[in-house]
């Protein structure tokens, strides 16, 4: 009985979460921790950066102030979005280093 009784209110304080999380959304809010990189235009200048292979992945991060696997992760999803848009395999700009 104590069971059932602590499922239902489980449910109805998912459901009060989720209410809570959509109003939300809907107001403009968005939960998660912010993009260290906000502009469009910084993460096209990390691109450039790496793809131009002048600059070192210390430096780049450096003038960037993330950490590598920040700058991985910017750019490979700006890769897969031009790749998303053109519809196409494009080729992949991992320089060697």
């Known amino acids: 009985m104590m069971g059932a009784l602590a499922e239902f209110e489980r ?16 107001r403009g ?8 990189l906000k502009t469009n235009g ?4 990390a691109r450039r950066m790496f793809a131009d292979q002048s600059h070192s992945i210390p ?3 450096l003038a960037l102030g993330i950490s590598r696997a920040t700058l991985y ?8 979005r031009i790749t998303q848009k053109s519809g196409r395999n494009l ?3 991992w320089p060697h280093r």
């Open 29 to 36: 809010r968005i939960g998660g921790r912010p993009r260290k």
């Open 42 to 45: 910084k993460v096209a200048l």
């Open 11 to 26: 449910d109805l304080i998912r459901e009060r979460t989720n209410a809570g999380l959509a109003a939300a959304r809907a």
């Open 59 to 61: 430096e780049i991060c």
């Open 91 to 93: 080729p992949k700009v």
């Open 73 to 80: 992760r910017y750019v490979k999803e700006a890769e897969l």
